[in-house]
């Protein structure tokens, strides 16, 4: 994948291998179908969605896996058992090309991550300004 100024994500998604385009179309799908209010982006070249003004959560094709992030420390918790059998870096959670996508799981880490984001932004407006 020799591109890295991609326009949309279907443009990104087409710049894969062909037997990774499926897999992150079902990723894709999953995470519209849990944020229907997100805006689909590309941020860092990468898809993400957005929604409250920042960025919610993205996802990666890579040659062996494909990857979701932010894996925040709050979510990761939350899903531990069922992150267990994949492997996880700082911020990262690959998922192999080799197995079925989980689609429920990533639903569930799309609207845990809606949930921080919309927490820390209601936070921030109710918080009491520095003088």
Do not use: C, N
Request: positive net charge; charged residues 30%; aromatic residues 10%.
């Amino acid at each position: 994948m020799a591109k890295t100024d991609f326009k949309s994500v279907d443009e990104y998604i087409a710049a894969q291998p062909e037997e990774v385009q499926g897999i992150l179309e079902r990723v894709r799908g999953v995470i519209q179908k849990a944020l229907p209010d997100a805006e689909e982006v590309i941020s860092y070249q990468i898809p993400a969605f957005k929604q409250y003004g920042r960025d919610v959560i993205y996802f990666a094709g890579w040659k062996k896996h494909f990857s979701l992030y932010p894996a925040t420390g709050k979510a990761v918790a939350a899903l531990k058992d069922e992150l267990a059998p994949y492997e996880r870096s700082k911020g990262t959670i690959r998922f192999p090309l080799t197995e079925p996508v989980p689609m429920e799981l990533i639903a569930r880490i799309a609207k845990l991550r809606a949930k921080e984001v919309a927490d820390r932004v209601k936070a921030k407006k109710v918080a009491p300004k520095k003088r």
